[in-house]
């Protein structure tokens, strides 16, 4: 009998490590900005299950923070009003631009009267990026999920649930490119996507969380007002709005990793 309690106390508390279910909230009044990629089923053996969120898993969180009574915004909405917002404020925000952003995520959005921003690159069809990062990611995994056409993202910008944001060109890695490629990425990405939308395009996602003080700066000049990272965590009061971080959400993550998730800001463990 001792043995299995003993077993049991280790459980808990390699569960208590995990998750931090203890820690106090981060301050509410402090918004949250989720970081999403797809909403589909998983693949068999693929590499990035990881940015696939099950419709079934993406519901559940969507239903789960609206009947806590969260206040969803888009990144443009969240940066105006910041320090206006009720208490439980949250931006959801999808990074890349794929076809189940609107075949799945939206049906779910609308359902539950939630905002997103979608972060779209501009030369996204048939594009694996995922080699601009690691060479060795040559699979064409992400090159064969299917991307929202350019109607498609025009219908979008004009649902009043969704504001369209720029993820560059050709979702370029930042680091090695020089000033005037980096430029070229970031303001002719606005103006393509200013040209689809019909609307101002003032949110930018900084390709794989990569970027520098100048592309801090170049962001800047090229006309954005607000850029997300992938750092985790949940922003000061006073935020660089050229900075700002997200709560990443993995597509292996359960409701309760997520629940915590949006509690402390990050992954504890």
Request: hydrophobic letters at 40%; glycine letters at 6%.
């Amino acid at each position: 009998m001792i043995y299995i309690f003993i077993l049991l106390l280790v459980l808990v508390m390699a569960f208590s490590y995990k998750y931090a279910w203890w820690k106090p909230a981060v301050d509410w009044k402090r918004p949250r900005v989720l970081m999403y990629h797809m909403v589909r089923n998983h693949i068999d053996g693929a590499k990035f299950n990881k940015l696939r969120v099950k419709p079934a898993e993406f519901e559940k969180q969507v239903a789960w923070m609206k009947a806590e009574g969260f206040h969803f915004v888009t990144m443009q909405e969240l940066q105006q009003n910041w320090g206006r917002h009720p208490e439980k404020t949250v931006a959801i925000t999808f990074d890349d631009g794929y076809l189940d952003n609107l075949e799945n995520a939206y049906p779910i959005l609308e359902k539950y009267q939630a905002k997103a921003t979608i972060y779209v690159v501009v030369d996204r069809h048939d594009r694996d990026w995922s080699t601009y990062k690691k060479a060795h990611h040559n699979s064409g995994e992400l090159a064969r999920e299917p991307k929202l056409n350019d109607e498609q993202v025009k219908w979008l910008a004009d649902s009043g649930v969704v504001e369209i944001g720029s993820h560059t060109m050709t979702h370029a890695n930042l680091a090695k490119l020089s000033d005037e490629e980096c430029l070229a990425e970031l303001t002719q990405s606005k103006q393509a996507l200013e040209t689809v939308t019909q609307q101002p395009v003032s949110s930018f996602a900084y390709p794989f969380g990569i970027y520098s003080g100048r592309d801090v700066d170049l962001a800047k000049q090229a006309g954005y007002s607000n850029a997300v990272t992938t750092e985790e965590g949940i922003d000061l009061e006073q935020p660089d709005f050229m900075q700002l971080q997200r709560i990443k959400i993995s597509g292996k993550d359960s409701l309760f990793a997520v629940k915590l998730r949006l509690k402390l800001g990050k992954r504890e463990g």
